[in-house]
């Protein structure tokens, strides 16, 4: 009667864990971007084409999730000095054609030499973007007034080849925090963005994000995702699975935390995941795409708890495509409310 009521308790448990995991989750994989509603537990395919192929270079969402931020070349131009991005309300067409007959909330061009690419993000009160450095065209962490395309900061350390920067993040008070070399920087808009305090020594850490509260760091190290206080106390491996060495892209990456911090999503490999797969990785996998071997979505709780993905554990929620099939993740993840 005790086994049963502890069984019971479990199963109510999970339930209203699984409640309480709400919002979308905007993936891109192999030029397709798409999203997961976690509330209708559905995945909806296609919104657009992203990658050099395509006339969307990268993307993100509004923190009201209702628009879309998109970076793209300047079209019918030999012009590799300038990038165009577009605010676009998301409940209206997002084809090439009509961002270009107008109606665009923000449309605006960023120069700089030589520039090859924009992966901009966004701050939540949509005054300013965030633009990752490029070695192509020695292109510094760049804060710029999304209204104007004035550039308000640049980040740079001369010591770090910009290979080894991270990606910006905002959290909800319009901070920002970005990754150079093994140093990480919070540059906040109390000081008008020119000031970039160290809080961090990250090491060899990589894809590092900040939950939106702005207490906590989660990011990739040694093939599995680790999490600690913003302060650097409470270091926590909190995913282990099974790794080979020789393979560079099993394991888990790509974390980003929930819009209320609760919940952390990833790419994972785990062999409770999907073990139907042929051969090679880990857990008798072997998925190719192009660029590569990738993972699938996945989302544990924030807790601080150590996650196996290779045993069962009601708490590791795998969401699926409608085929039953998990959803790939080559890019880190979008979470929204």
């Known amino acids: 009667m005790r086994k049963m009521i502890l069984c019971l308790f479990f199963i109510i448990f999970l339930v209203s864990c699984d409640k309480s995991i709400t919002g979308k989750i905007y993936i891109e994989f192999a030029g397709e971007m798409g999203y997961y509603?976690?509330?209708k537990k559905m995945f909806i395919k296609e919104i657009i084409d992203i990658g050099a192929s395509h006339k969307y270079n990268n993307y993100d969402i509004s923190w009201d999730n209702k628009k879309i931020l998109l970076m793209m070349d300047v079209d019918d131009t030999f012009n590799f000095d300038e990038w165009r991005y577009v605010l676009r309300d998301m409940k209206k067409s997002l084809t090439y054609n009509d961002l270009n007959k107008g109606g665009n909330i923000i449309d605006n061009k960023y120069t700089w030499e030589s520039i090859s690419f924009m992966n901009a993000y966004i701050s939540p009160n949509?005054?300013?973007?965030?633009?990752?450095?490029?070695n192509f065209s020695d292109l510094p962490i760049t804060i710029i007034d999304i209204s104007t395309g004035e550039t308000i900061s640049q980040w740079i350390d001369e010591d770090v080849e910009f290979i080894n920067y991270g990606k910006p993040v905002w959290t909800t008070d319009n901070?920002?925090?970005f990754r150079i070399g093994a140093n990480f920087y919070k540059c906040s808009p109390e000081t008008g963005y020119k000031e970039a305090e160290k809080i961090l020594d990250v090491g060899d850490a990589t894809n590092i994000t900040v939950n939106p509260q702005g207490t906590k760091i989660a990011f990739e190290k040694d093939k599995h995702i680790w999490m600690v206080d913003i302060d650097g106390k409470n270091l926590r491996q909190i995913t282990i699975s099974r790794t080979t060495e020789?393979?560079?892209?099993?394991?888990?990456?790509?974390?980003?935390?929930?819009?209320?911090g609760k919940y952390i999503a990833f790419s994972s490999n785990g062999a409770m995941g999907y073990p139907w797969q042929s051969q090679s990785y880990p857990d008798g996998s072997y998925v190719v795409a192009v660029g590569g071997r990738y993972g699938y979505l996945t989302i544990i709780p924030a807790d601080g708890n150590l996650y196996d993905l290779d045993k069962k554990n009601g708490r590791i929620l795998?969401?699926?495509?409608?085929?039953?099939?998990?959803?790939?993740?080559?890019s880190t993840p979008v979470w929204r409310k």
């Open 175 to 177: 901070t920002l925090y």
């Open 246 to 260: 020789e393979l560079s892209s099993d394991g888990e990456s790509l974390p980003v935390f929930s819009p209320d």
């Open 318 to 330: 795998y969401p699926e495509k409608s085929e039953k099939i998990g959803i790939p993740v080559s």
């Open 126 to 134: 949509e005054k300013y973007i965030a633009v990752s450095a490029q």
């Open 37 to 39: 509603d976690l509330d």
